[in-house]
């Protein structure tokens, strides 16, 4: 069973960048296709990137290509979403999900995973 915990939320400006950080302990990092989704007040959850275990297969949500990247630090068994050109519609609580996968199948829908870190905002000011 793996906990993530995320942070590096805040506020900032428009065009500003922040850079989130979701660390797993209890397991294996690469034995989960995991993903970064947001929700946003009166909105459902909705993926921001998600990637297969090896890290070798990545989609990002049509809103944030260009301007958020994954990474992974292995050694860390933590995986990071750098957001540049912050957006006001970025405006969210964002969440690391993980589930315990045997293939490099991908999972668009949050129900799909099973454990989830405790979310952090981010607000964009405009």
């Known amino acids: 069973q793996v906990q993530l915990v995320v942070t590096g939320g805040g506020l900032v400006q428009a065009g500003d960048s922040l850079r989130l950080s979701c660390a797993a302990s209890?397991?294996?990092?690469?034995?989960?296709?995991m993903g970064w989704f947001r929700q946003a007040q009166g909105k459902e959850r909705e993926f921001v990137v998600i990637?297969?275990?090896?890290?070798?297969?990545?989609v990002y949500t049509e809103s944030v290509k260009g301007r958020f990247t994954i990474t992974r630090d292995n050694a860390k068994n933590t995986a990071y979403l750098q957001m540049n050109s912050l957006k006001p519609e970025d405006k969210a609580v964002y969440y690391c999900?993980?589930?315990?996968?045997?293939?490099?199948?991908?999972?668009?829908?949050?129900?799909?995973?099973?454990?989830w870190g405790q979310g952090t905002q981010v607000t964009v000011a405009s």
């Open positions: 990637w297969s275990r090896s890290g070798n297969k990545i």
């Open positions: 209890g397991s294996t990092f690469d034995n989960y296709a």
């Open positions: 999900a993980a589930r315990l996968n045997v293939d490099e199948s991908l999972y668009y829908g949050h129900p799909a995973y099973t454990y």
